[in-house]
């Protein structure tokens, strides 16, 4: 006797997709079985015209931090509907400064123990990275000790006031690498964005549609080249955080030739809207790197059909419409929130209209994030790893409505699509968190997961 069975769906891995029955005994998958073969379950439901899916594992999450106002309760609960069952949050080492929450500045330990606590809250298994503000030698001293907690990456930034600059960057990555962890950085040149930012103050185009300019393409790829050299040298393994454009993927290729611990990825907004999302909803789009071209927009599925490119991402920042409803751009937060729709959104445009297959969205959304960062149990549907299950109907269609946001976020930059493919049920280690557009379990039920030093020779 088995806790649960799921019958009668496609079921789908890295390799393929098959017809079968997924067996649960209590958090744990405890068989992939012929439909109808092996023991009975408590439970049976019916999945019969539907997708077995693994849960998504998403790598780059903003929750109840200095960017992003959603608590655990309400971001895990849009992660939940989403069939978001695994993600990565940011554990800040407080600073001093205008973006800052922090009156004091901090350790990195303190930023762990506070993302922890506030955890507590969460729906949705998590893992933080590491966030390095400082060039503060002792934040380098802590790195060990965070990695024996199953912290096995960090967080580099080369831009805002938490920027690093490229010396200090070198040191890290040089203790991050003794570690074996991941670098996962946020790379624009600082000084072009700043003082782009600058002229445009001056010549007062304040309109949304001239945002991206502040923010060029070859920042982006500028900052990446520096970051991947040091990265090479120092020997580390190398994730390039929210890669949105041509320019910066063939830097990112260009580092890979010697075989190697260059990864990256995109986001959902960078393969399914561009620029003219600024003309369309004015702020609300506003993120950084911005929405580019519909050129870069191609390059981003070329990129995740050559390899280049491993995983997707949301980078999910939840702020209210009035928080971006402002005169000039400049004067309104930063992000998009995405959670919720991340899955269908980007399942649509690269499935359904671009003719990507199931597996390749288990790799891209669950595989690849779990093994490149270290999660033993999450993102492969197979006997003795976590039940994280979605059951997804690939034909039902929807339209995404803001109103239905579990963030508190009240707006959405997918408002109106029409979007085939909905998750119907979440499961969370064997429990069910989500059903139907329900979320059906409490704060609290996810937990905190320890990671292992991942391994990227495979
Ligand atoms: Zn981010």
């Not at 998590?126 to 390095?132: I, K, N, P």
């Not at 071209?293 to 980078?315: C, H, K, Q, W």
């Not at 929130?337 to 899955?343: D, I, Y």
């Not at 429990?431 to 039920?445: Q, R, Y």
């Amino acid at each position: 006797m088995v806790d649960l069975r799921i019958a009668g769906g496609r079921v789908v891995t890295p390799d393929s997709v098959s017809n079968a029955d997924v067996l649960v005994e209590g958090e744990r998958i405890s068989g992939v079985v012929s439909p109808g073969a092996g023991p009975d379950a408590d439970e049976v439901v019916d999945a019969s015209d539907k997708l077995v899916m693994p849960g998504v594992v998403d790598p780059h999450v903003h929750i109840d931090g200095p960017n992003s106002i959603d608590t655990y309760e309400t971001g895990t609960a849009a992660a939940a509907l989403g069939g978001v069952t695994t993600l990565i949050n940011f554990a800040w080492q407080p600073w001093e400064g205008e973006d800052s929450i922090w009156e004091d500045s901090g350790t990195l330990r303190d930023g762990f123990e506070r993302q922890q606590r506030l955890g507590e809250d969460s729906i949705v298994d998590f893992s933080l990275h590491g966030t390095l503000t400082r060039e503060d030698p002792d934040v380098l001293e802590q790195i060990p000790e965070l990695v024996k907690q199953g912290i096995t990456s960090f967080k580099l930034f080369t831009t805002y006031e938490f920027g690093l600059s490229n010396g200090f960057v070198e040191e890290a990555f040089e203790r991050i690498a003794d570690e074996d962890a991941v670098a996962v950085v946020h790379t624009e040149d600082d000084s072009l964005c700043t003082r782009r930012t600058e002229r445009a103050k001056e010549a007062g185009q304040a309109a949304a549609p001239e945002y991206p300019d502040s923010r060029p393409k070859r920042a982006e790829a500028m900052a990446a080249d520096d970051a991947v050299r040091i990265a090479r040298d120092a020997g580390m393994k190398y994730y390039g955080f929210h890669t949105s454009c041509r320019e910066a993927a063939e830097v990112l290729d260009a580092a890979r030739t010697d075989g190697s611990r260059i990864r990256a990825e995109t986001c959902t907004h960078y393969t399914t809207l561009d620029r003219s999302a600024y003309v369309d909803q004015g702020n609300l789009p506003i993120i950084a790197p911005p929405l580019r071209t519909p050129d870069d927009r191609e390059a981003m599925f070329e990129y995740l059909r050559n390899g280049i490119f491993s995983v997707v991402s949301t980078d999910h920042v939840a702020f209210k419409q009035s928080q971006k409803d402002v005169e000039a751009w400049w004067d309104g937060e930063f992000g998009a929130n995405s959670l919720q729709h991340t899955l269908a959104v980007f399942q649509d445009e690269a499935v359904n209209e671009r003719g990507f297959s199931y597996p390749f969205l288990a790799r891209v959304m669950a595989a690849n994030p779990a093994r490149t960062f270290g999660f033993e149990r999450k993102g492969l549907i197979a006997a003795g790893m976590d039940a994280d299950l979605l059951v997804f109907d690939p034909n039902e269609t929807y339209t995404v409505s803001a109103e239905d946001n579990e963030s508190k976020a009240d707006y959405s930059v997918y408002e109106e699509r029409e979007v085939t493919g909905r998750v119907l049920k979440t499961y969370r280690r064997g429990e069910l968190i989500a059903d139907h557009g329900d979320v059906v379990a409490e704060p609290g039920s996810g937990e905190f997961v320890s990671r292992a030093v991942p391994d990227w020779t495979e």
